[in-house]
């Protein structure tokens, strides 16, 4: 049987502070004639998916309203899942806010963990497309089946991007959606069905040519690959459709997207504040002060068009640039009722359907890497051969089907070596990369570019062969440059070198400066593991991969 993948990135730390004072006077009743708003007093303290920052400006109104102050710790949806069904969240938070509860539900430890559930907003997941190749699909006016829009991208009529679905909710909902259309029939998917999907959602995922970790990640990508010349073509997002509203609000696009609304329906967030369970009155009664707000005809108002998130509660009318409403316009499709059957769509997803990947990591192996900094990359290299047997761990592991190369340095490049994992019986390929691992030593000064340069030339030259595949390069270094080229060399070279973007570890004594810009430059990101672990930032990186 193969090893299940990670279901989820590592938890991002954010928390949104609120400015107003919990002892001012009750304000006001709104002239919308709602009536006098519930009083709490404290603080509710919620894990929550990350894009859910945008509600800060309504969260200030409930502190000023309630005189409850909501913080958010943020967090990969898929992620918060294994804090909540491990007990880790209880201890913590008093509540969660996922964009949904539906994968968590399906987790046999989790029926005595949460509590009340109430809705807040709510985003079908879609397709948005250049509305140039729209109209050129014929989709401005009709509306595709999911089974058009696979055939479509398989004959790379279009090209999308996508977030990682073990990593994220969307792109969770958006592999949900597809395979449970596909199979026709009208019911929740089974582990048994996937197989026989399997190569028309292979012919779906050959149009990916953008990949991601999370759904705000993903837009901002997107709108950077549509103004870069000489940029790989990408098409469309499959993403919330509030995300692809924000995106064409934004300015930030030459070109708008056309929200495509797939005939035969959509999985929808509807984003539910849910209590953990156990917490005590006090907490129960700024939970209600808190929700109660959040549900009023004004303030869904508002969280509509602040985040273009459809109301959770009804007779509201929509903005004119939102699609079809609900019911027949716009049909939920079924959810998997079984855990084994989502997990194992998730694991198909990375061994056997989606694109498969190029992960080049350039590891510093100078002497300031000793003891336990050396341990700790061991762990995260190890820990993504499939011995993370947590949640989270068995969805991090490399896929069947990728190319792991390793680009080790100190004072000069060492040898690389390459490591092709097959799409079945992988187990011998990922033991050699754990022994690998096991091996490494340190010793030496940082020649972190000259690495870069070859970890490059490499990626150029396996794309020759190989072109067809998601190539990345993650860089860890704990500290300075002290041999080699300097990054002005890296930028001058910067032309003339692949499109690969370069996710950096910032960690030790790094330079946090250099290590965001080569991010930027190279169309990547940077992760902190200064205040947590390296194996979790590596587990966190997959979700980009």
Sequence with gaps: MKPRRRLGAAVLAAAVLLTAACTQPPPTPKATGEGPYLRGSGTLRVLASSELADLQPILDGVRAATGVEVKLQATGTLDGVENVVSGNAAKSYDAIWFASNRY?????DAGGKIGTSTKIATSPVVLGLRESVAKQLGWAEHRPSWSEIAVAAGEHKFSYGMTNPASSNSGFSALVGVAAALAGTGAALTADQIAPLTPRLQTFFKGQNLTAGSSGWLADAFAKNATERNAQAVDGLINYESVLLSLNASGKLPEKLSLVYPSDGVVTADYPLT????VPEQTKTNYAAVTDYLRRPSVQTEIMGRTWR???VPNIALAPAFGPQGGA???ELPFPGKLEAANALIGAFGDDLRKPARTIYVLDLSGSMKNE?????K???IGLTGVDTSLSGQFSRFNGREQVLMVPFSTKPGAVTRFDVPQDNFQPALDQIRGYAGGLKVNGDTAIYDALFVAYDQAAALAKEDPDRFTSIVLLTDGEVTAGARLDAFKARLPQLAKVPVFTILFGEGN????????DLTG????DARTGTLPAAFKEIRGYQ
């Design 379 to 381: 762990n995260a290299l």
């Design 275 to 278: 209590l953990l369970s156990g």
């Design 373 to 377: 900094r050396i341990e700790g990359l």
């Design 524 to 527: 990547g990101r940077s992760f």
């Design 329 to 331: 316009g716009l049909p």
């Design 104 to 108: 968590l539900q399906l987790h046999p």
């Design 310 to 312: 459809r109301p959770a």
């Design 512 to 519: 946090v400066g250099e290590m965001q810009q080569i991010a």
